[in-house]
């Protein structure tokens, strides 16, 4: 393999530590500035826990260093929420050379969307899927058995459940990518519906907690993004198939 054949995968490598590098600093500055405001956001975190739980109680942590790392871990997560419409926009950037020209112009669309989007599913899960989710953790107190939940798993169940929301409902930018490169199309998507609805559910057991109405909160607003997804890609399609027809009609 020459030189040639190296460069483009180089120019790749390149193109991706330096969209890495931005997105790092983008999450610094966030990180930074969401610091400032640590004990007020992982109040706002701990919220959904604190209206479930009896009055009194609170999160315990049982290493010196726990709630400091908590605190910090809560400004990072918040640094990348804050900066996510740049880091999307990194994204875009990374992937725009692969598309045609008149694509590279729905980058506000992608960074406006995908944002909506993640966010959104955060705060379905926030204040939707969290309260039932974790009142179902304390239905098992009885007379021999007290919760004493700690910052540490509250805080790595929350994060988890809220960037697997976040990311969850990014479906239909997927599908409309998917789409665009041809790796799916609207019969295929409509074909193996009961397929990715069963998957849904796997995924939705898998990442929510183990009661079936967080489980069912999950999938249901996968299957409808789904179902939004089938029609994205209908347009996609649509769309490729009438340029195709005007590049015919100027040969």
């Known amino acids: 393999m020459d030189d040639g054949d190296k460069m483009p995968f180089l120019s790749h ?3 991706l530590r330096k969209r890495l590098i931005a ?5 610094g500055i966030g990180f930074v500035v969401c610091y400032a405001f640590r004990e007020r956001l992982f109040l706002i975190l701990v919220s959904p826990l604190k209206g479930v739980l009896q009055t009194g109680d609170k ?13 910090l871990k809560t400004a990072a997560v918040a640094g990348v929420l804050l900066a996510a419409p740049y880091l999307f926009y990194q994204i875009w950037m990374f992937i725009a050379p692969g598309l045609y020209q008149h694509e590279k112009k729905y980058v506000i669309p992608f960074v406006v969307y995908s944002t909506l989007l993640f966010v959104g599913g955060a705060l379905f899960g ?18 021999f058995i007290q919760p004493l939940p700690s910052i540490n798993e509250y ?7 809220l960037f697997c929301f976040g990311i969850a409902f990014e479906l239909p930018v997927i ?10 199309t609207p019969e295929s998507l409509k074909k193996k519906r009961k397929y990715a609805v069963l998957l849904m559910f796997i995924v939705s057991a898998i990442l929510t907690p183990p009661d079936p109405a967080s489980q069912v909160m999950m999938a249901l607003p996968l299957i409808i ?14 769309k490729k198939a009438k340029k195709e027809e005007m590049e015919v009609e100027q040969a």
């Open 155 to 161: 805080f790595s169940l929350a994060i988890r459940l």
């Open 23 to 27: 997105c790092a600093i983008a999450v």
């Open 175 to 184: 599908i409309y990518f998917l789409t665009k490169i041809g790796i799916v």
């Open 59 to 71: 999160l315990i942590y049982t290493h010196l260093l726990a709630a400091f790392l908590t605190y």
């Open 13 to 15: 490598l390149e193109e």
């Open 126 to 143: 926030y204040f939707i899927v969290f309260p039932f989710g974790f009142q179902y953790f304390l239905s098992f107190e009885n007379a």
């Open 225 to 238: 993004l789904y179902e939004i997804g089938i029609i994205v890609a209908k347009l996609v399609t649509k």
